[in-house]
């Protein structure tokens, strides 16, 4: 039984924490906090420890593996801790703030006896794992251009605001668009250059909309949207590929949000949608520490996830390509 503790117990820890009660072979043992209203919620919400520090946690509870849910600007600071205590980890996306911390992460993760997972959850989303095996099984054919789309709810209220600065959070690039963009690297591979437009810095930073061109070294162009801005309706996400053969789309409001639809003479299916991709993510995890493997998502991963979204953010920021 893998015993896990949650550090960080704000919006998605809580998903998190939801989420462990419908893996197998876990267990939630502690959470950390350094909100007195949270550690109250946590111990009245699953009778475990509740802590005040990541320190405060490990040294309440045997703890196997840590789940970071801290806000970004902590992630790096977080992990190192955790690889000084010996634990497993896994954190939640971005990998870090700045890529001198992800590139520091990199170098940790090399010589890391125990496992490093990265909570890039769009992978484990049912729709999307269908959207990547159509592809991988050339379904449309040739892929020349992708499009995706998330966003749409109200600004996320976070601890101490900390989204609304972007020193702390990165803005909607490094928070939202970030999964369009691990995403698209699972499927197509390295990129080799980015166009980004946001109107960071031009509005009040709860109203950011980006939107980045990229082009990958496989050939692939994908437009990619992320936004803030809070327009009546719910949150959403999109994605249409398109290829030789025909276009696969998903739209997350639609009742049969899933289509493929192709050129005469070829057929393609779509999949499922169902299931909770945060179970899926984190069960992967805990797999992965009990058959001694890489989790899907590892620190190198992440790290290229990374380096794209940093890149549209200095593309952004300049009105210049950057080539990465
Ligand atoms: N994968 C996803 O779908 C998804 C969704 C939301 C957020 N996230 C990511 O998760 C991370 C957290 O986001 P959130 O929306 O949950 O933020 P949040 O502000 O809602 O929660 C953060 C929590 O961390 C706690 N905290 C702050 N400093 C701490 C410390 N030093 N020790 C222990 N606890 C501390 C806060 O009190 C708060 O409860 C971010 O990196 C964000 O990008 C991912």
């Known amino acids: 039984m893998i015993r896990v503790g949650v550090v960080g117990y704000g919006t998605i820890g809580q998903v998190h ?5 419908e893996v197998p072979g876990c267990q939630l043992v502690a959470v950390a906090d350094v909100d007195p209203e949270a550690r109250a919620r946590a ?4 009778g475990v420890v509740a802590a005040e520090s990541m320190e405060a946690m490990l040294d309440a509870a045997e703890v196997d593996l840590i789940d970071i849910c801290v806000p970004t600007h902590l992630h790096e600071a977080m992990m190192v801790q955790a690889m000084e ?15 001198e911390e992800g590139r ?13 997972g990265i909570g890039h959850v769009v992978r484990f989303t049912p729709a999307y794992r269908g959207i ?8 449309v054919g040739r892929i020349g251009v992708v499009r995706t789309f998330r ?10 605001d900390w989204f609304a600065n972007f020193n702390l959070s990165g803005g909607v690039i490094l928070d939202l668009m970030i999964h369009d963009l691990d995403y698209c690297r699972w499927l197509f591979g390295d990129v080799e250059r980015v ?3 946001s109107t960071c810095g031009r509005t009040e930073v709860r109203l950011e909309h980006a939107m980045a061109v990229l082009r990958f070294k496989s050939g692939v162009i994908a437009h990619l949207e992320a936004s803030w801005t809070n327009y009546p309706g719910q949150f959403y996400t999109a994605v249409e590929v398109a290829g030789k053969d025909g276009l696969i789309t998903f739209d997350s409001r639609k009742s049969s949000p899933l289509a493929a639809m192709t050129v005469p003479g070829v057929s393609a299916q779509a999949g499922a949608v169902a299931a909770n991709p945060y179970a899926l993510e984190l069960q992967d995890m805990v797999e992965a ?4 493997r890489q989790p899907l998502v590892t620190v190198e991963d992440a790290f290229g996830a990374l380096e794209i979204a940093l890149a549209a953010v200095e593309s952004a920021r300049t009105g210049r390509v950057v080539e990465i």
């Open 85 to 99: 205590a010996d634990k497993h980890i896994f954190c939640e996306k971005p990998l870090a703030r700045s890529l």
């Open 132 to 139: 990547r095996r159509s592809v991988e099984q050339g379904e």
């Open 43 to 46: 111990q009245r919400d699953y």
């Open 104 to 116: 520091r992460l990199v170098e940790l993760a090399k010589g890391y006896r125990k496992k490093i």
């Open 195 to 197: 166009y980004a437009k």
């Open 289 to 292: 520490i009990t058959e001694d």
């Open 151 to 160: 966003g749409g709810s109200q600004f996320p209220e976070g601890w101490q």
């Open 17 to 21: 924490c939801e989420a462990l009660q």
